[in-house]
């Protein structure tokens, strides 16, 4: 083999390592957004059951305490019987994700 011919081996070998790289720099960009995704939806899940659970826990009030429950109803913009809000706060805590049974 001359030196020409050693050269184009090279070369082509080269070649192929760059192409080699740039398959394994596109997958692994690939994998690191499907990753960022799966991340990114973790959190939404965990602020929304973070949310639900603040909201079970003011329902919660609103149903143990009537001084509460008259708080909130106020503030709500809800006028009326007292007992019928803390009744569909409860019935919201119990039915909120679609339980319907006891």
Known sequence: MNRTQLKDLFEGIG???IIASLVFVGIESRNSTKQAILT??????A???ELMTNIE?????AVESEAAASVLSEN???????NRFRQTRALYNLYRHGVFYV
């Open 57 to 61: 826990a003011i329902n919660t009030l």
């Open 47 to 49: 602020s929304y059951q």
């Open 15 to 17: 070649f192929v390592a």
């Open 76 to 82: 709500w913009g809800e006028t009326g019987d007292l």
């Open 40 to 45: 990114n939806q973790a959190l939404e899940i």
